[in-house]
């Protein structure tokens, strides 16, 4: 009888709400006490973090699954089990996300300053100096790129989704894949060599980077803005199609607005695929100390070079030239921030509603 009543008990109660945190938060400290006195019985003095937090992680995934086995049954006990692991897998992938924010931002606050974005570093051997003509650069380049490659992708993506068929599109769909995978130095050289045949050897100039950049771009471009377009319903095609809209014009009225949240997105993406490229600017764009607004004409400084150079040829003011390129990294980092917020706001702008 008692044992009748023990099997219908369990698997029917839940276990309160505090448990769980009661549980992590025992485990944890548990793990940590005994790390200190491993630490301290020893000579190094020094306490690990990542054993604690396997041991703490480990145990409280353990107990929890087996408290909740025993009252909550095998079921809710394995939802548990799972939940652990899938939080604790979000936990370790974002673990160096915020590092390495975290250490970007402390490293360059030091030089986050108001000369930083007003200065060149022409004359400049030491202290002082800025950025402004790497980030004007970067700008125009990137921009100058973003021109070329969105409507060419956006073109090629509507061909792929819309009108093509047979070989053509496969060979398309093929060439888009394998330049997704082209190694950035390549796209440099491409552009390096095309600009050598028509202004000849040692040309530098931000348009070449500019078309280094669009090759990266475009299949990422097409590759984003294909699957957006295939996921919009067939339904709204047919039913323009049913009011007599052309092809052509229901691509443009229809599917495009619809997808339009992917697509920018998909494009912002891209940007920031491109937007920390160094190898292939160094080759066609160079680098110069000076300010330079032609991408037509010269050397043009971009924000990877920037902190490139600023790290591999270091003056005699080391530090300096360590402080400038933290903060010309902060300055990228935050560039792409803005760019994936212009994003979101043109999807929650533009979209179609409902």
């Not at 996300?97 to 570093?121: H, I, K, P």
């Amino acid at each position: 009888m008692t044992s009748q009543v023990t099997s219908s008990f369990q698997g029917t109660a839940d276990l309160p709400k505090w448990v769980s945190p009661a549980m992590l938060l025992a485990f944890f400290m548990g793990s940590f006490t005994l790390q200190v006195m491993l630490a301290s019985s020893t000579e190094q003095n020094e306490l690990n973090l990542i054993p604690v937090a396997v041991f703490g992680l480990v145990g409280y995934a353990v107990a929890l699954y087996a408290l909740s086995r025993f009252v909550e049954g095998r079921r809710k006990a394995t939802d548990r089990l799972v939940t652990i692991l899938v939080t604790a897998a979000f936990s370790l992938a974002l673990i160096p996300l915020l590092s390495l924010a975290y250490t970007v931002v402390q490293n360059g606050a030091a030089r986050f300053d108001a000369e930083f974005f007003t200065f060149s570093m022409r004359n400049i051997v030491g202290e002082g100096g800025g950025a402004l003509h790497a980030i004007i650069g970067t700008l125009e380049i990137t921009g100058i790129a973003t021109l070329i490659s969105v409507p060419i992708g956006i073109m090629a993506a509507i061909y792929l989704v819309e009108y093509g068929r047979g070989t053509i599109a496969r060979l398309v769909t093929f060439f888009v894949d394998v330049m997704t995978g082209v190694p950035s130095i390549v796209a440099g050289l491409f552009a390096y060599a095309l600009f050598v045949i028509f202004f000849g050897p040692g040309v530098r100039m931000g348009l070449g980077g500019a078309i280094a950049l669009s090759v990266l771009m475009i299949p990422v471009v097409i590759r984003a803005t294909e699957e957006m377009l295939k996921i919009v319903p067939n339904e709204l095609r047919e039913a323009a199609y049913a009011l007599g809209v052309p092809k052509w014009l229901t691509v443009i009225k229809v599917v495009l607005p619809t997808a339009l949240a992917g697509i920018a997105t998909g494009v912002m993406i891209s940007i920031a695929r491109v937007i920390g490229e160094t190898a292939p600017l160094l080759i066609i764009a160079g680098f110069t100390a000076s300010m330079n607004y032609n991408p037509f004409d010269e050397r043009m400084m971009t924000l990877p070079v920037f902190v490139y150079t600023s790290y591999a040829n270091q003056g005699v003011d080391m530090q300096s030239y360590v402080d400038r390129a933290w903060a010309g990294a902060l300055t990228l980092m935050l560039i792409v921030m803005v760019l994936n917020l212009v994003a979101r706001l043109i999807s929650k702008y533009f979209s179609p509603k409902g």
